[in-house]
T-cell receptor, first 113, second 115 residues
Framework: AQSVTQLDSHVSVSEGTPVLLRCNYS??????LFWYVQHPNKGLQLLLK??????LVKGINGFEAEFKKSETSFHLTKPSAHMSDAAEYFC???????????FGGGTRVLVKP | EAGVAQSPRYKIIEKRQSVAFWCNPI?????LYWYQQILGQGPKLLIQ????????DSQLPKDRFSAERLKGVDSTLKIQPAKLEDSAVYLC?????????????FGPGTRLTVL
């Protein structure tokens, strides 16, 4: 069985300040982990993925995430928020094989000017 | 490269009516998924196809939901009869194959409102 908990349903940041989105996971197997972003009325877009290679993963648009097995966490960060980062973000886990995705509840990011 | 196409984008129906959604995956993608995303929640997998066969439909409410992918390309998802709690966005995704990890590409979704 696998599950994902996103610890914050909403995050509000000022433009130019760091963003931190927290994610904890549970998996019976070696997990693959992803972050997806969903802008209003748009499809889900893959930001980055961890598939058992380097634990620090760099994604698109300046985002990165660190896989910490001891803490079962996969937090997403960005050093400087941009207005275009306002969206909903989903942490996702899957088993190493099979491609069945389990989504967290999502974190809605608001960026203030 | 064209993405995953879905139609309609929006649908409003009354409870007990039926509704159908259509999905056209990325060309050459063998695996197709339907997800339900209720407002304020993450997407939940309803059914997974590999070509025209069902791989996983354990989360599909089979008393009212049905899905098919007859020729291994396009897929339709049907709800009959609809209930108020079916109001959600229905997302279609596709991937090249199921084995190993392959990125899932998502369509824009169909927003269903049941009154």
């Amino acid at each position: 069985a696998q599950s994902v908990t996103q610890l914050d349903s909403h995050v509000s940041v000022s433009e130019g300040t760091p963003v931190l989105l927290r994610c904890n996971y549970s998996s019976s197997y070696s997990p693959s982990l992803f972050w997806y972003v969903q802008h209003p009325n748009k499809g889900l877009q893959l930001l980055l993925k961890y598939t058992s290679a380097a634990t620090l993963v760099k994604g698109i648009n300046g985002f990165e995430a660190e896989f910490k097995k001891s803490e079962t966490s996969f937090h997403l960060t960005k050093p400087s928020a941009h207005m275009s980062d306002a969206a909903e973000y989903f942490c996702v886990v899957t088993q190493a094989a099979g491609n069945k995705l389990t989504f967290g509840g999502g974190t809605r990011v608001l960026v203030k000017p | 490269e064209a993405g995953v196409a879905q139609s309609p984008r929006y649908k409003i129906i009354e409870k007990r009516q039926s509704v159908a959604f259509w999905c056209n995956p990325i060309s050459g993608h063998a695996t197709l998924y339907w997800y339900q995303q209720i407002l304020g929640q993450g997407p939940k997998l309803l059914i997974q196809f590999q070509n025209n066969g069902v791989v996983d439909d354990s989360q599909l409410p089979k008393d009212r939901f049905s899905a098919e992918r007859l020729k291994g390309v396009d897929s339709t998802l049907k709800i009959q009869p609809a209930k108020l709690e079916d109001s959600a966005v229905y997302l279609c995704a596709s991937t090249l194959r199921t084995s190993g990890y392959n990125e899932q590409f998502f369509g824009p979704g169909t927003r269903l409102t049941v009154l």
